[in-house]
């Protein structure tokens, strides 16, 4: 049994800020990465951020490194992105993963959250 919940989307003016967090359950959790995706519509789910055991082990899409950070917190089974500089290009449907391995290949997550808006406007 695993469990992802995606929470804090919603909408922003472009320029704005918006914190996403994914709660998760599990123990061994806190061996596993989390990472990020997205997927606006008609397109394929495509990486955003991940992020290891720690907030020092983290990396970004070329797209989003700069404007947003990943982070997480074991204590409270909790993976944060923090969205920052919002574009339009940026709305999708944003969801937690949970994989093994460091990875930006959506095939290689085994648990999904269920996604949560995130729409940008001009």
């Known amino acids: 049994q695993v469990s992802l919940v995606e929470s804090g989307g919603g909408l922003v003016q472009a320029g704005g800020s918006l914190r996403l967090s994914c709660a998760y359950s599990?123990?061994?959790?806190?061996?596993?990465?989390f990472g990020w995706f997205r997927q606006a519509p008609g397109k394929e789910r495509e990486f955003v951020a991940l992020?290891?055991?720690?907030?020092?082990?983290?990396r970004y899409a070329d797209s989003v490194n700069g404007r947003f950070t990943i982070s997480r917190d074991n204590a409270k089974n909790t993976v944060a992105l923090q969205m920052d500089t919002l574009k339009p290009e940026d709305t999708a449907v944003y969801y937690c993963?949970?994989?093994?391995?460091?990875?930006?290949?959506?095939?290689?997550?085994?648990?999904w959250g269920q996604g949560t808006q995130v729409t940008v406007s001009s």
């Open positions: 993963g949970a994989s093994p391995s460091l990875s930006e290949q959506a095939r290689t997550y085994f648990a």
């Open positions: 992020i290891g055991w720690s907030d020092s082990m983290t």
């Open positions: 599990g123990r061994t959790f806190i061996s596993y990465s």
